[in-house]
């Protein structure tokens, strides 16, 4: 599907050139390619490390290259942003490929996964608890309260992933669904024993109320597994095809960007809309994902590594059987 992971974020020379070209790439300016249907869009991410792809096309005036205005809303977690695309609130969401899939299968929505966001790397995704705690192994965790911002969700799998590695059963630990934001002070004040974060609130949790790993979610099955994409429903990628069209390039830029240079992440990790931008500190220390990259159209994503979410998914969630497939363009 001319899938390609960039890597070696050193290649900073690459990204400043990509930079200056944004509106060059593959695909056409947007002032050389016909005019979008629909210029402004509303765009609901998760603002974390692995929406970087998304935030450095924000940054670096990637959309409006293309001829698009985005309006960013922050997604306190997939299940919501998933409800307010189907009502028609948002054109175009990216978050966790557990919550597409279940939303899909239920039909909830029907939905076309375009562009692949994030794979997991080391620190990116951990357990965290205080230098204090008495929880110091998994084992500990069994019987105690550990916070997740969604139920049974991309944080919740991989949470219960390393745990079952690791002899404790997910059955055992209770799980309170609180958001990024309110769980360092949860933490902090005793009423939850562990948090679950990815990055940069892991890096912030550390700086700001001195959070320490318990565990690194990058490991045993779930070890560089795939957590995020980027969605729209079925119909409104046939009646917006151009749009998509331009949007997408504007976020493979912004992916590959991301891929290969860190400056521009922190750079973006510190742009983010207020109140989400973080620290120059955090964004300096904070763990990276890789950020896939396509050379095809819109739809062109690994559909093995997707469908390796799915079959996680069945070994510790009990999800039915199901074929990715349907969620990509042309049926994958």
Known sequence: MGIRRVRGRVLLVTAVALGLTAGCSAG???????SVEKPVLNVAVVPAGDSAGFFVALDKGLFKAQGLTV???????????????????YDITGGNYISYIQAQQRHQADLDIFAEGSVMEPGTQGIYTMPDSPVT????????????NAPNNILYLLTASVLAEHGVSPR????????????????????????????????GAEEGQGGVPLAD?????????????YVVTKRWAAKYPRTLAAFYRALEQGQRIADTSRADVEQAMVDMPAPFGVSAETAAVMALDSY??????????DKVRLQRVVDVMHQFLGFPKFDIGSMLMGGG
Do not use: C, R, W
Not at 28 to 34: F, L, M, R, T
Not at 177 to 191: D, H
Not at 292 to 301: A, I, K, R
């Open 172 to 203: 055992s630990v209770h799980f309170a669904m609180i958001p990024f934001t309110e769980m360092p002070v949860e933490l902090t004040s005793g009423a939850v024993s562990a948090i679950v974060l990815p990055e940069p609130y892991a890096s």
């Open 137 to 148: 192994t998994l084992a500990d965790l069994k019987g105690k309260t550990v916070a997740i």
């Open 217 to 229: 979610l990058d490991q045993g099955a779930t070890t560089s597994f795939p957590v995020e994409g």
């Open 71 to 89: 309006n960013f809303y922050a997604a306190d977690s997939s299940e919501t942003a998933i409800a307010s695309q189907v009502a028609g609130t």
């Open 28 to 34: 056409g300016s947007g002032a050389n390619a016909p």
């Open 292 to 301: 896939p990259v396509s050379d095809g159209p819109p739809g062109s994503v």
